[in-house]
């Protein structure tokens, strides 16, 4: 991961056990430092160009549902376990290959996870993530704001709140980000 890996495990080590200056320095720029988690998704990227040119073992392909599984149980153990919690950055870092192994095995058309990723409707929530991603945080604001709810609803409110959000986000999607995305495409002469 290079220079900025370290920093980023770094970050993370001072959030944990850093004193009364460190620590919030650790958390602002641990928590909300996006070019600290950009060697991770480089890493990921680069990957996916491997799989994709045959640069990578069959054996990837082959396990994926092993790969995804050791994934989510790597994800549940950094999460829970630590004490106290692990920042988001931290984690992110430790999970990289596992992350990296994960794109490269969705690569590959085996597997039950590889079938499920290929339906539609969640093909459809894939390509609309992002939209859903950038716009959850605001509407859930909103909805506080006006409906005074303490943090995220009790168990039943939190599914209306998750409706809307991802309401919104697909509406996003679908009147923002497509019509920008064929607008850059026409406008550079691509496609």
């Known amino acids: 991961m290079g220079t900025?890996?370290?920093?980023?495990?770094?970050?993370?080590?001072?959030?944990?056990?850093?004193?009364?200056?460190?620590?919030?320095?650790?958390?602002?720029?641990?928590?909300?430092?996006?070019?600290?988690?950009?060697?991770?998704?480089?890493?990921?990227?680069?990957?996916?160009?491997?799989?994709?040119?045959?640069?990578?073992?069959?054996?990837?392909?082959?396990?994926?549902?092993?790969?995804?599984?050791?994934?989510?149980?790597?994800?549940?153990?950094?999460?829970?376990?630590?004490?106290?919690p692990l920042p988001p950055s931290l984690v992110t870092a430790l999970l990289c290959p596992l992350i990296c192994l994960s794109i490269v095995a969705g690569h590959g058309q085996m597997g039950l996870t590889n079938r499920v990723l290929s339906w539609p409707v969640v093909q459809l929530f894939g390509s609309a993530s992002y939209a859903i991603y950038i716009t959850h945080w605001p509407v859930k604001e909103l909805l506080q704001f006006y409906f005074h709810p303490k943090g995220w609803p009790e168990f039943s409110k939190g599914f209306v709140v998750l409706g809307i959000v991802i309401v919104v986000g697909l509406v996003c999607h679908f009147w923002v980000e497509k019509p920008l995305y064929r607008w850059v495409r026409r406008m550079s002469g691509v496609g």
Do not use: C, N
């Open 4 to 84: 900025y890996g370290v920093i980023q495990l770094g970050l993370g080590i001072a959030q944990i056990y850093g004193d009364d200056w460190w620590r919030p320095v650790g958390y602002g720029l641990g928590h909300f430092g996006p070019p600290l988690f950009v060697p991770v998704f480089l890493v990921g990227i680069y990957m996916g160009v491997l799989a994709r040119r045959g640069g990578l073992s069959k054996w990837t392909e082959t396990h994926a549902d092993a790969i995804y599984a050791a994934f989510m149980i790597g994800v549940v153990l950094l999460v829970t376990l630590p004490t106290p």
